[in-house]
């Protein structure tokens, strides 16, 4: 069984950084693909970031482009999202998730994390 570990979420000001890691136990054929997705209060979940096991391939969401980079030590199985310039509507849940095919619905990944808080405050 593929297990997910997110962390480095926190509060921070508005225009603040974080850098989130997911560590992942391993890569299997259903380790294609590790997502970033995140889940505001009353919202759901949605996906902000993409990357292809041999990290050859990137996908950021249009709004966090710029600011949001996703990137993957092989070395330490772990994939990170470095945030900068953090605003408010960037608050909520993140997620890493592990799935087989290149897509932003969450229908497509088969292992989840656990979840790290990230709060931005004006």
């Known amino acids: 069984q593929v297990q997910l570990a997110e962390s480095g979420g926190g509060s921070v000001q508005a225009g603040g950084s974080l850098r989130l890691s997911c560590a992942v136990s391993e890569y299997t054929s259903r380790v294609m693909y590790i997502g970033w997705f995140r889940q505001a209060t009353g919202k759901e979940r949605e996906g902000v970031a993409l990357i292809s096991s041999g990290g050859g391939h990137t996908w950021e969401k249009n709004s966090v482009k710029g600011r949001f980079t996703i990137s993957q030590d092989d070395a330490k199985n772990t994939v990170y999202l470095q945030m900068k310039n953090l605003n408010t509507e960037d608050s909520g849940m993140y997620y890493c998730?592990?799935?087989?095919?290149?897509?932003?619905?969450?229908?497509?990944?088969?292992?989840w994390g656990q979840g790290t808080q990230v709060t931005v405050s004006s």
């Open positions: 998730a592990a799935g087989r095919r290149f897509s932003i619905s969450t229908d497509e990944f088969d292992f």
